[in-house]
């Protein structure tokens, strides 16, 4: 079946750090990959998305690269801010069949100090 | 209001009693999903429905009941709530582009049994 595995957390950054947050899969066929941003006490936000291999999505300084050889979709920022405090999934999702059925990771905590 | 909302928010509920979660999305989206997020498990799908009248299991499914005789709703029954169920549950919908465009979530009822 589909997994995702994310590095655990909580991260903790100082503002203008660099952040990666690790994400590796397990999955049939050629899933699409995701990042999900949940701020505190809210729902899930649709952070970034990619469909197929070598893709790069990329949204308010943020960016993965769906890399096929190492099953990897490891979610980056050159400078991080306060405000990007949250807990960030990542996520895949393959098509096949009608279902449509999204695989998370557990989430990283991130923490942006002043 | 356009969107997906959930009701209520905030729940508290003892144990033994029979509690429902609203769903409620106005794009008619034919696919519709609930999770729940715990603390060292991230998200896991409990159940979902592809259209009116076709729901299915998903990962943790024991103890809650669904149905969709509507296509804008997909009300989430806990039958005799247990304190394992306390958790957040969030609402997702899609309009069957998920392999695209992932989900589209809720805001989260916080689900509270003494």
């Known amino acids: 079946g589909n997994s995702v595995t994310q590095m655990e957390g909580p991260v903790t950054l100082s503002e203008e750090a660099f952040l990666t947050i690790n994400c590796t899969y397990t999955?049939?066929?050629?899933?699409?990959l995701f990042w999900y941003v949940q701020y505190p006490g809210e729902g899930l936000q649709l952070l970034l998305k990619?469909?197929?291999?070598?893709d790069k999505g990329s949204n308010k300084g943020f960016e993965a690269t769906y890399r096929k050889e190492t099953t990897s979709f490891h979610l980056e920022k050159g400078s991080v801010q306060v405000s990007d405090s949250a807990v960030y999934f990542c996520?895949?999702?393959?098509?096949?069949?009608?279902?449509?059925?999204?695989?998370f990771g557990k989430g990283t905590l991130l923490t942006v100090n002043p | 209001d356009a969107g997906i909302t959930q009701s209520p928010r905030y729940k508290i509920t003892e144990t033994g009693r029979q509690v429902t979660l609203m769903c409620h999305q106005t794009?008619?989206?034919?696919?519709m999903f609930w999770y729940r997020q715990d603390l060292g498990h991230g998200l896991r799908l409990i159940y979902y429905?592809?259209?009116?009248?076709?729901?299915d299991k998903g990962e943790v499914p024991d103890g809650y009941v669904v149905s969709r005789s509507k296509t804008e709703n997909f009300p989430l029954t806990l039958e005799s709530a247990t304190r394992s169920q306390t958790s957040v549950y969030f609402c997702?919908?899609?309009?069957?582009?998920?392999?695209?465009?992932?989900?589209?979530f809720g805001s989260g009822t916080r689900l509270t049994v003494v």
């Open positions: 999955a049939t066929g050629y899933p699409s």
């Open positions: 997702a919908s899609s309009d069957g582009t998920a392999v695209s465009y992932g989900y589209t």
């Open positions: 794009w008619s989206h034919s696919y």
């Open positions: 996520a895949l999702i393959s098509s096949g069949g009608s279902n449509y059925k999204l695989t």
């Open positions: 429905s592809a259209a009116a009248d076709i729901t």
């Open positions: 990619a469909t197929k291999a070598d």
